[in-house]
């Protein structure tokens, strides 16, 4: 088929298929149409073949036609087309690319990891003659990016005809067709990776209206045509090649579990899963069941991967929908196999270790660019790369103060804003954060000992009250329970088969073998598989977004009231304990969180009174488990005990009360004497004054009295 036919076809198609009128309106806000490949394949199935494998041809065709059938309708706009949906067959990973590719229309499923600016580029170069009073202007199409090509001849029909060296041409930029450009970098997705493989990159060359659209951790399926550019060595041409992709159009893929494919008997078997009583129970199990025990982590990890319902407020404020977890515990108490485990279950995971992650790691990297003379551009870490998924930090005590604190944002507001090397950017991070830290001494030893359980890990007390939920995971002998997890373990070890034995070929991977719907854990009781677990939470947050009812929120109401106003037991409390505050506001919106997700479990869309009862049941749990009945905020928030605070205060008070009456400063005898009758410990206050004088709070005008700093 020739040029003049592909114009005519795509001239017939255009008017029976679109609305030209509605482009028109929209100019120059919107300068192109967009046409679905299937509406085209429907249309004229040859037509259809030819703009797969010659789509350079076909689309400055279309684009001819549009122009004609613009200025016919007196549309005074010039128009580019763009194709989106492409076959399946024309999809490609990376790594998939070929030479036979090369030329053809291509569909790239991957992640944006670097953007460059956006610069103008030259289309259509005007050059005007500078030999003598010539000034003839030609004009010189430009089909290589990274390359200006200049005349070397002024034309002899509108100009003098004199060559080059003679003749100079300058190029006239008011003149010239200039269309907007940018370079972006694209990278596997983690998910089709294999073991080991370093994920493979693509640049792109985006053009027009839609450069400057997409930004570093967007998911999205590139539609371009691939082209080929040679490496450069020392200045001379290479007989390797460079591929690219020129950008046509592109479909955003940021929809939660967009990877998962859900067909109608997996719907139907959804829906009936979503009846049984035992649903919650069923799909505790099925989280990590090589596990033993741990079953209220694992309740809330499920809350978790469901998640609440993110809000956008009439005020331009959003709130948040995903939940943070920290799970605090003793080294071996599998902290790190649920974090593999649920970074492997969300098709957005990402799994990072403390040690091995740095600031820019985890947020954004901001590196200089080959493909604009070393301009710096951005490259998105791991946490934007998890945008609406989860993001797995193990040793997290384990990180610099620096990079850790580079989370802050991303975990309330789930943005970043980078302000680095003269970009200034903000990336959307909307995913939960799992995290895993060990106490510092190695094992969590009893609070009266160590302080409290949140002192003994290397964490800044602002970090914790951003986690809706933090479990104390300690290991306490315990005879029946330890002989019932050392017979799971050793059990679950000869299960397995020889992964040795899987690579030579000679054993069948029990992962091929898995059933897809379900098996049994170690006490022979239904857990789904993985792929069924994916598949019913996709369905969930695609299709249910909860609201909580009257009931629902009058009970969040009554709990918040009481537990604000609830007094605590300790025998200090009536003077000395008024900075105790049990509950925050934000354990408000952690509760409707965790109602939202109990909802979705059952495909509701309603959140009811049972929701909200094992949230409130998980919550207490948890700070039970942290800090027993007495819980307390500002213990968090300082890390010092209630008793520990109360103790700083009143020494800080008979020290001024002992000087203001005597004018002498008072010694550690008088202060033990005093403190004594307040029932405190000699040896804690000792420790405590030893404390507070490294911390610039007392000092010791002589060796062995006490006065107050002035600060």
Request: hydrophobic fraction near 35%.
């Amino acid at each position: 088929m020739h040029a003049n036919e592909i114009e005519a076809r795509w001239m017939t198609f255009l008017e029976e298929n679109t609305d030209i009128g509605a482009l028109a309106l929209n100019w120059p806000e919107k300068r192109s149409l967009t046409v679905s490949y299937r509406e085209v394949y429907n249309f004229d199935q040859d037509f259809a073949e030819i703009f797969l494998v010659n789509p350079s041809l076909s689309l400055r065709c279309g684009d001819s036609a549009l122009r004609k059938i613009c200025k016919e309708k007196n549309h005074h706009i010039n128009p580019l087309i763009r194709v989106r949906d492409l076959p399946p067959d024309q999809r490609r990973a990376v790594r998939n690319i070929r030479q036979d590719d090369v030329g053809s229309m291509l569909a790239i499923d991957a992640i944006v990891v670097k953007i460059s600016s956006v610069r103008p580029r030259v289309v259509e170069a005007a050059f005007r003659c500078c030999h003598g009073n010539c000034e003839a202007i030609q004009m010189i199409y430009q089909s290589n990016e990274q390359e200006l090509v200049e005349p070397m001849i002024c034309d002899p029909t509108t100009g003098c005809g004199v060559e080059r060296p003679q003749a100079r041409f300058e190029i006239v930029p008011s003149l010239s067709v200039l269309e907007n450009t940018q370079f972006v970098e694209l990278q596997e997705p983690p998910e089709k990776l294999r073991g080991g493989v370093q994920p493979e990159r693509l640049q792109c060359l985006i053009e027009g209206e839609i450069s400057g659209q997409i930004l570093p951790g967007d998911r999205i399926v590139a539609n371009g045509e691939l082209f080929v550019r040679s490496k450069k060595k020392g200045g001379k041409k290479s007989t390797i090649f460079d591929i690219f992709l020129r950008v046509n159009s592109y479909e955003q893929r940021n929809t939660p579990f967009e990877d998962v494919k859900i067909s109608p008997e997996d719907e139907a078997e959804i829906k009936e899963l979503s009846f049984r009583e035992d649903i919650y129970d069923l799909m505790t199990r099925s989280i990590a069941p090589s596990i033993f025990g741990h079953n209220y982590v694992k309740e809330s990890l499920l809350l978790q991967v469901f998640g609440g319902v993110a809000r956008r407020n009439p005020d331009g404020t959003r709130q948040r929908g995903d939940m943070h977890i920290l799970l605090m515990g003793d080294p071996g108490t599998a902290k790190s196999q649920m974090l593999h485990y649920m970074s492997e279950l969300s098709p957005r995971g990402q799994y990072t270790s403390g040690r091995s992650a740095s600031a820019a790691g985890l947020t954004a990297a901001a590196v200089a660019d080959s493909t604009s003379d070393g301009r710096w551009t951005l490259e998105a870490g791991a946490l934007p790369l998890a945008d609406t998924g989860l993001a797995a930090i193990d040793e997290f005590d384990k990180m610099s103060d620096g990079d850790r604190s580079s989370i802050h944002e991303a975990m309330e507001q789930q943005t970043i804003s980078i302000s680095k090397a003269g970009i200034n950017a903000k990336l959307r991070t909307r995913c939960s954060i799992l995290a895993a830290s060990n106490p510092k001494g190695g094992r969590f030893l009893h609070p009266d000992e160590a302080g409290p359980y949140t002192r003994q890990v290397n964490l800044p007390p602002p970090l914790f009250s951003r986690f809706d939920v933090i479990w104390l995971m300690s290991d306490t002998p315990e005879e029946e329970y330890d002989r019932k997890i050392a017979s799971h373990i050793l059990a679950n070890r000869q299960s397995g088969v020889d992964e040795y034995a899987i690579e030579q070929g000679n054993e069948v991977d029990p992962m091929l073998n898995a059933s897809k719907e379900s098996s049994q854990d170690h006490e022979g009781k239904e857990v789904l598989s993985r792929e069924m677990f994916r598949k019913y939470v996709a369905y969930a947050k695609r299709n249910h977004h909860p609201v909580l009812n009257d009931d629902a929120r009058k009970r969040i109401i009554d709990y918040y009231t009481s537990m604000r106003t609830k007094v605590t037991d300790s025998a200090d409390n009536m003077e000395k304990g008024k900075d105790v505050i049990t509950i925050t506001a934000r354990a408000l919106e952690a509760l409707s969180r965790m109602a939202e997700a109990s909802a979705k479990v059952r495909l509701s869309d309603v959140a009811e009174y049972e929701d909200v009862l094992r949230a409130l049941r998980l919550f207490e749990l948890w700070r039970h488990e942290l800090m027993g009945d007495n819980f307390d905020e500002t213990t968090i928030q300082s890390g010092k005990t209630t008793k520990g605070r109360n103790l700083e205060s009143f020494l800080k008070k008979i020290i001024q009360e002992m000087f203001e009456g005597t004018k002498i400063n008072p010694s550690t005898a008088d202060l033990l004497q005093r403190t004594r009758s307040e029932d405190f410990d000699d040896d804690r206050v000792m420790s405590t004054l030893e404390t507070m004088r490294t911390n610039g709070t007392l000092y010791s005008p002589i060796f062995g009295t006490w006065a107050v700093t002035n600060i």
